[in-house]
């Protein structure tokens, strides 16, 4: 069984998932999340926890171009395709009972924003469940 290793806040991967996906779809709050990789720095399969609610997912790259140049390359593809369809997002645990459903199935980013549910109308931003106004432009929820 793997280990799993905790990105420091400051590397690009943690940024980037934090800015890309600032809402959980389970809790539905904006949290930050902590990101985890199995094998090192070519890894392909990262943890990803929501520091609300404890979900914990898989996140996995199933159509990489980035195995062939390593290194460098490889990372900045990795955080490109975070929003990207050929990104797989696999819910592995989760303390919320109405999101069991979703456990050990295999969702793509488009569902993931599904799930999240609430955006805002002037600049797309996410929106937690109790946020009024839009943390990014200001303005307020419809």
């Known amino acids: 069984m793997s ?3 905790k990105h420091a806040d400051w590397q690009p991967l943690p940024q ?3 800015k890309s996906l600032p809402v959980c779809p389970i809790c539905k709050k904006r949290s930050k999340k902590e ?3 199995k094998y090192g720095w070519t890894t392909r399969g990262y943890k990803i926890v929501c520091s609300e609610c404890g979900a914990e997912w898989e996140y996995v790259i199933y159509k990489p171009k980035d195995e062939l140049f390593g290194g460098v ?4 593809s990795r955080i490109a395709k975070i929003t990207d369809d050929n990104s797989i997002w696999i819910l592995r645990k989760t303390n919320i009972e109405e999101a069991e459903k979703f456990l050990n199935k295999e969702i793509n980013f488009s ?3 599904q799930m999240v ?3 805002c109308g002037q600049c797309g931003n996410p929106l937690a469940e109790d946020e009024k106004f839009c943390p990014k432009c200001g303005a307020e929820r419809e």
């Open 35 to 37: 990101v985890y990789d």
């Open 111 to 113: 569902t993931w924003k």
């Open 73 to 76: 390359f490889a990372a900045l």
């Open 3 to 5: 280990s799993w290793t």
């Open 117 to 119: 549910k609430s955006f």
């Open 16 to 18: 980037a998932v934090n």
